[in-house]
């Protein structure tokens, strides 16, 4: 039934008194009042719109309050003076809204919840908590007899959880499937990157030699087109298996490849992103400095395998100061 039905509106009116006690037995036909989506019209008057669905619900009610101990009478309506068709839906929609409210409330919680979430073991703790949630607002759909404002958020939040929720679980399982086969297939290998090396380039073939292979042969070609031979790993190039993934820079796809979880690696990757993509994502105060210093190396070092040479100690030294610094 939707808010345009306003002729000829029929209801049913639940009239009932409980015993005093048992007090339990108050709250439950408190609940089951709820459950069914009636509202109270007086303090012992609860309405519903009528139909087969609402009447065989305050029958069934009906039938438990006179087992209790209570009295009540069920009657059908029209209303006439006191109360209009539209203020009686107001007050449904009323209560409807409250209760879709609290649940974006909760799907608001279990949004946080999914942001922070970090493994697929986390978001699949998740998964129950959502289904819960879906199951609440289908019982609340039920009982919007008259389509409250509510609705439409509440039922987009848990869709698009629900699709999320999916996709970053197969994601994740993805990653870390790709990087506990990736961690092992990277050693042994040849690697191969642009000609011209400056601080990404510099940086991943530091981590490569001191913390994934440190006897990698690491070779220098032209660029774009260049077609790998067997057993070679092409990183930070155009087409390469190792290079900028979304606004990642290739050092930080490389960390995460190679399973490196060191907080004072993770440093040196937000410094290394922010001098490579320029867009101050992490705000490192020691990226001005450190792009001088590789500034001086690629001036100073024309041939790539003496830039990578001279650029290794800068990296040991800065890995060593956020080591001690975490310490």
């Avoid at 002729?7 to 008194?17: A, C, F, K, P, Y």
Wanted: proline share 3%.
């Amino acid at each position: 039934m939707t808010k345009e039905s306003t002729t000829e509106q029929r209801w049913l009116l639940l009239i009932h008194q409980l015993p005093s006690k048992p007090a339990y037995f108050r709250v439950k036909i408190w609940r089951r009042l709820q459950g069914i989506g009636a509202v109270a019209v007086k303090s012992t008057v609860y309405a519903l719109p009528a139909n087969a669905e609402t009447q065989e619900d305050f029958e069934w009610l009906l039938k438990e309050i006179a087992e209790g101990g209570g009295e009540a009478m069920v009657c059908e309506a029209r209303l006439i003076d006191g109360l209009s068709d539209a203020q009686a839906r107001a007050l449904f929609d009323a209560a409807r809204d409250e209760d879709y409210e609290t649940i974006v409330k909760e799907a608001r919680t279990l949004e946080a919840k999914l942001e922070a979430a970090s493994s697929a073991d986390e978001m699949a703790e998740i998964r129950p908590q959502l289904a819960r949630l879906r199951k609440r607002l289908a019982e609340i759909v039920a009982i919007d007899f008259f389509g409250a404002t509510g609705r439409l958020l509440a039922e987009g939040l848990i869709a698009g959880l629900e699709v999320r929720l999916a996709e970053d679980i197969e994601m994740t399982n993805d990653q870390q499937k790709a990087a506990s086969q990736t961690a092992e297939d990277l050693k042994g290998r040849t690697w191969v990157t642009r000609q011209g090396v400056y601080v990404d380039r510099i940086a991943c073939a530091w981590l490569i030699r001191r913390f994934i292979d440190p006897d990698a042969i690491i070779r220098f070609v032209p660029g774009k087109g260049y077609v790998p031979n067997p057993g070679e790993l092409r990183f930070d190039m155009f087409e390469g298996e190792i290079t900028h993934e979304g606004d990642r820079c290739s050092f930080e796809v490389l960390l995460a490849r190679a399973s490196l979880n060191d907080p004072a690696l993770q440093a040196i990757a937000e410094i290394v992103h922010d001098i490579d993509l320029k867009d101050a994502k992490f705000g490192r105060e020691e990226a001005t400095g450190i792009a001088s210093l590789l500034s001086g190396v690629t001036a100073a070092n024309p041939e790539d395998e003496q830039r990578i040479a001279q650029g290794a100690p800068l990296f040991d030294n800065l890995y060593e100061y956020f080591r001690a610094k975490r310490d």
